[in-house]
């Protein structure tokens, strides 16, 4: 079977009996050509299923026209807003959109890294992985004057030359941790991911610094890293309840481990907040739906997805250089019924 000849803007301007170059400005929209050409030429475009060859295009222009984006997974309700609003920003920018997962593995974030930087994206937006220690594999961006934008996980290293957009996890794990022990309870439960992971160890460091300042012990028993998911509940609940001493609240990492626990600590006979009062962290819709609902952080992540966005564009439309910057946006502590045992 023999392939269809592909359409070009020559066979169009055969048709209609213009020159190629007019054909090229009418395709594109541009101010030189009359409306009543442009629609002309668009038409028979379409009639003839003309498609631009906008790679052959870039290449002659040397732009990609293409923001990275490298996320740990897609299914976070959280990250999801992210990249819904980066996708708006740069869309409107006229860039285009290549997504990417690194499933939390650090070879596969490199892997990613490499194929972002091959198919010659204009930036890169990078959500880190839990084992990411250095950002040396990411000096190919640096070496080709590519702008980096770090979001939500970032790790700070001075005269990194990237962009930082994150909320104060130290200070959000902080607040968490002085509201349970303004509610009553006395030994706290982090339970959290890989605290080597720069947002589960800010949350752990505002954790300790919250039970030195009202005194209570500092007892690494009760600091449990785990996978943050719908699993999680069943992993460690037995672990929680055959302690020597029961804990009578628990920090979670994440919304998706705090109501996992929830829902396994209840079909033991626990009541909440009554014996343990629980706090999660990201404010998804399951937390307001899960009965009791889930005291939570805020931290709104459409606001996260255009600030990085922009910040990227920033730096981009911009030939001078742009100075780094560490944006720190505002977190909210949501109280409700899983840890309220004052009225």
Known sequence: MSEKKEVTIYDIAEKLKLSPS?????????????????ERIQEMAAAMNYQQNTFASNLRSNRSKTIGVILPRFESSFLSSVVSSIEKVIRNKGYNLLVSQSYDSNPLEKENIQTHFNNRVEGLLINLTPET?????????????????????????????????SIDNKQAGYDVTRHLISQGCKRIVYL??????PVFGDRAKGYWQALAEHGLEANSELVIEEHLNTETGALVVDRILNMKKRPDGIFAGNDMAAVSLMFELKKRGVRIPDDIAI???NDTYMSRIVEPS???????????GKIAA????????????????????????????SSLRNS
């Open 192 to 197: 959290g991911g890989n605290t080597t992971c």
């Open 22 to 38: 007019t054909v090229s400005r009418g395709l594109r929209n541009h101010p030189a050509i009359r409306k009543k050409t442009i």
């Open 279 to 281: 706090a999660g962290f």
């Open 294 to 304: 889930l005291t939570t952080v805020k931290y709104p992540g459409d606001e996260m």
């Open 310 to 337: 922009n910040s990227l564009l920033e730096i981009l439309d911009h030939e001078s250089h742009v100075a780094t910057q560490n944006i720190l946006l505002k977190h909210e502590l949501l109280v409700r019924n």
């Open 133 to 165: 220690n250095d950002l040396s594999h990411l000096d190919l961006f640096l070496k080709k004057g590519i702008p980096v934008v770090l979001f939500d996980r970032v790790k700070s290293q001075s005269g990194s030359g990237f962009t930082t957009v």
